[in-house]
């Protein structure tokens, strides 16, 4: 029994393991010409150019968080490296085994000692985010299994440079390889529902999930289609303008998957903006903005993987506070008001004081002003 | 960015092998010594790096890209024309003569001989891991699910691309009789009814077998040759032939098949 409790105390569930599995293959980053070379090897040259990426790169010994990853760039690290430039201290990233310890929540094992926190499983018995193993070479995660049948995975890859989710190789890819089972992982999650939806805080987004076993099945129609039988799981996100954009989302799905994306105000199908099979773009104005991606049910459900884009060319935070014209309602009314921040309306649009010197700040209110003279127009 | 960095490498390099296959696909070979080509050997945590990605187009014209020499091998009737160099290529596909680079979150159109025509970001609302196509002047990314994602156009360049952003299947469905006694069965569809099928024979640990499939007819293909070989790729041509590129101990055998 207290083998079990202490088990439990430490065991991470299958869809947290993909939710950051997912973050690896689709972080953005950028760097600059500083993180092509790196201060502690002359002969090192980063396989990337000054830009913006996503997917953290491959870096040979590598085992980084995503926010130390950022830092390290920004302090001037290397990005990535291969096992021909030795396992270096000035180069950041993740390899194969840095990536699966860190989705897996563990210490950093590699493929050669994965044994000892893994247990042998058989293909058949393989699940989503179990590991596929090639001990002293390389190891994925397993992700899903599209309805052709081929395998899709995780891996940090030093051959594509990157951390990906690779669907196109088939199972030839894996030959000689071992199906493991991190021995700490539970079936299971329970995010992406009404009460702890899955934030966005920065576009473009993209996701990769699963409508199939998703905690959330509460909504089952949406004002905006309504007789249109949403009545399988769901999958919530959601964020908060500041100031009004177009929102433009994308689901794509699998053979024998339908899941349709809607757009709504709050999570409960009663104030939906917009929704699609495939793509939908909507004017959002300032507030909380819910997406919710759900199963279709026609002659059965059609419950699946699907995979999100979204891009939003307004501005995302609190919504700025109405001038009333009196300075004691200004921001004083909670929710999402700035309560911190007076913004007073003039004829050339919105004017800020007091925004504590940020540049988001200031980005925001010349926007507004912006959307402001628009509206007027 | 690209240089052009080598022309006609040589018609005598390789050999072309059999031109008739099983099961009545015909096959064309030709052997490129690994001397062409940069090769790292898996190490530990890092499966080998070797040329995995190949496009082929019309006239008999095909590409490989080199990820260790970081450079684009042009091939004509599976004989190596020249190279170009190329800094970071994640996918690649021809456009009538020129080719359709994926760098990372740009594409970038460039003549067989390397010059430069022009680049486009990727549009935002395409996802990050695709593969490219390329069908008539537009130029799409496949996700994983085979659905296409509007890139760019490319007529006398590359233009942003129009419309709606998502453009559904990119190929119509293989269907395929799984091998017997197979413990799993994976299809990559590639156009023009070609399919690579790979069947899961034996389990701890997992033992494929590949094969390349056409009405029915198949074709067997290596797989984990050269010790822990590089992923190997294929690719329809403007004429319907199938492209493969499989690297074995000699070389990269580049093969063309044909009904």
């Given amino acids: ?377 | 960015m690209l240089l052009f960095v080598s022309v006609a490498l040589a018609g005598d390099v390789g050999s072309v092998g059999p031109v008739s296959g099983p099961d009545g696909l015909r096959v064309e070979e030709r052997v490129v010594p690994w001397a062409e080509f940069g090769f790292v050997p898996a190490a530990q945590e890092q499966k080998a790096i070797g040329p995995d990605r190949v496009a082929a187009g019309a006239d008999g014209l095909a590409a490989v890209w080199d990820p260790v020499r970081q450079q684009v091998l042009v091939l004509h009737d599976l004989v190596v024309q020249g190279a170009f160099a190329a800094s970071r290529v994640d996918d690649l596909a021809f456009a009538g003569r020129d080719l359709v680079l994926l760098e990372g979150r740009t594409i970038a159109l460039v003549g067989a001989d390397g010059r430069d025509h022009g680049n486009l970001p990727v549009p935002d609302l395409v996802p990050t891991n695709i593969d490219l196509l390329v069908q008539g002047s537009d130029v799409w990314g496949v996700d994983p699910f085979g659905n296409r994602h509007a890139i760019a156009h490319v007529e006398g360049g590359l233009s942003v691309a129009t419309g709606a952003s998502f453009g559904g299947p990119a190929f119509a469905k293989v269907e395929v009789t799984p091998r017997a006694g197979a413990l799993k069965t994976s299809v990559r569809t590639l156009g023009a009814g070609w399919a690579i099928v790979d069947s899961v024979v034996s389990d701890f640990p997992i033992g494929v077998e590949r094969a390349v499939v056409h009405d029915g007819r198949s074709l067997p293909l290596e797989t984990r040759s050269r010790s822990w070989t590089p992923a190997d790729d294929a690719d329809v041509d403007a004429e319907g032939r199938l492209v493969v590129i499989v690297p074995l101990a000699d070389g990269l055998h580049v093969r063309r098949i044909s009904q």
């Avoid at chain 1, 999930?209 to 949406?222: C, K, L, P």
């Fill in chain 1, 1 to 377: 029994m207290i083998t079990l409790l202490v088990a439990s105390a430490f065991a991470i569930d299958r869809e947290d393991v993909l939710d950051q599995a997912a973050q690896y293959a689709f972080h953005p980053w950028s760097m600059t010409s500083v993180n092509e070379t790196a201060d502690c090897s002359a002969s090192y040259q980063s396989d990337y150019v000054a830009g913006s990426y996503r997917g953290l790169p491959y870096d040979w010994g590598g085992y980084y968080t995503l926010d130390e990853y950022d830092q390290a760039i920004a302090d001037g690290l290397g990005a990535g490296s291969h096992s021909w430039h030795g396992v270096l201290s000035c180069t950041a990233g993740v390899d194969c085994s840095g990536f699966v310890s860190q989705v897996w929540d563990t210490a950093h094992y590699s493929t050669s000692t994965f044994y000892s926190v893994t247990t042998d499983i058989s293909i058949s018995e393989l699940k989503r985010a179990d590991a596929v193993n090639d001990a002293g070479s390389h190891v994925v995660l397993f992700a899903y299994e599209t309805g052709a049948g081929m395998p899709v995975f995780y891996e940090a890859a030093g051959s594509a440079q990157r951390t990906r989710l690779n669907s196109g190789a088939g199972w030839s890819y894996l030959d000689g390889y071992q199906p493991v089972r991190y021995d700490d992982i539970v079936d299971g999650g329970s995010s992406a529902t009404v009460g702890e939806p899955i934030e966005i805080d920065a576009f473009p987004f993209e996701d990769f999930r699963w409508t199939a076993g998703a905690a959330s099945d509460v909504i089952d129609s949406y004002s905006c289609s309504p007789n249109t039988d949403e009545s399988g799981p769901e999958v919530l996100y959601k964020f908060s303008v500041a100031v009004a954009g177009t929102l433009h989302a994308v689901v794509s799905d699998d053979d024998g998957v339908d899941v349709d994306v809607h757009v709504m105000t709050s999570p409960d199908g009663e104030h939906c903006l917009a929704r699609h099979d495939s793509e939908v773009t909507v004017e959002v104005g300032p507030g909380d903005v819910w997406l919710a991606l759900d199963t279709y049910v026609g002659a059965h459900e059609f419950p699946g993987p699907f995979l999100l884009d979204v891009t939003f060319d307004g501005v995302v935070g609190d919504p700025l506070p109405i001038d009333t014209g009196n300075p004691e309602d200004t921001g004083s009314t909670g929710g999402n008001r700035l309560p911190w921040r007076r913004v007073y309306a003039t004829d050339g649009g919105i004017s800020g004081c007091d925004t504590g010197g940020s540049p988001f700040a200031l980005l925001a209110i010349g926007l507004a002003s912006v959307a402001a003279r628009r509206r007027r127009a």
